[in-house]
């Protein structure tokens, strides 16, 4: 999938399991599926990676609070392709 592709996808497709909110609208990362998945579950959809584990430590498994916030300043900065 090219760089094009995957932008359109994200901006367009529509998660019916996360409230029927596209998976990225940019600038408004609380009205955006991806974000909320990564920050915990939404709708039927478990907090992205699947099964993550939030508490610190060796199983420690879902994505560093620092990533999330800066996919969600991404998205909220309007998601620059």
Same mark, same amino acid.
């Given at each position: 999938?090219? !760089?094009?592709?995957?932008?359109?996808?994200?901006?367009?497709?529509?998660?019916?399991?996360?409230? !029927?909110?596209?998976?990225?609208?940019?600038?408004?990362?609380?009205?955006?599926?991806?974000?909320?998945?990564?920050?915990?579950?939404?709708?039927?959809?478990?907090?992205?990676?699947?099964?993550?584990?939030?508490?610190?430590?060796?199983?420690?498994?879902?994505?560093?609070?620092?990533?999330? !916030?800066?996919?969600?300043?991404?998205?909220? !900065?309007?998601?620059?392709?």
């Amino acid at each position: 999938m090219d !760089d094009n592709t995957l932008y359109t996808t994200l901006t367009t497709h529509i998660s019916e399991a996360c409230g !029927d909110i596209p998976l990225v609208t940019p600038g408004e990362p609380e009205q955006s599926a991806l974000v909320k998945i990564l920050k915990g579950p939404c709708g039927n959809i478990a907090r992205m990676p699947n099964g993550c584990v939030g508490v610190p430590g060796p199983e420690y498994t879902c994505l560093l609070q620092e990533y999330i !916030d800066a996919i969600e300043q991404w998205v909220a !900065d309007g998601a620059p392709q």
